[in-house]
């Protein structure tokens, strides 16, 4: 059986002092927040779970892979 490898991209989100990210392959996008880690059906459920929650995207943090 073969095996593909996807790339992870890591999107950082900041509230206030706290951090927060999402990690895409592509095809599986997860959230954490300190200890919650939380996987979500589309990239763009995710990101508006963290928006809901009051994050907002952290460019600062942007690092190119």
Do not use: C, W
Request: proline share 2%.
């Amino acid at each position: 059986m073969k095996t593909t490898k996807h790339p992870v991209e890591v999107l950082f989100f900041r509230r206030g002092d706290e951090l927060a990210t999402i990690a895409t392959d592509g095809k599986r996008h997860v959230t954490q927040e300190q200890q919650i880690v939380k996987e979500h059906e589309k990239l763009s459920k995710a990101i508006s779970y963290l928006a809901a929650r009051g994050y907002s995207i952290d460019t600062e943090n942007f690092r190119s892979l």
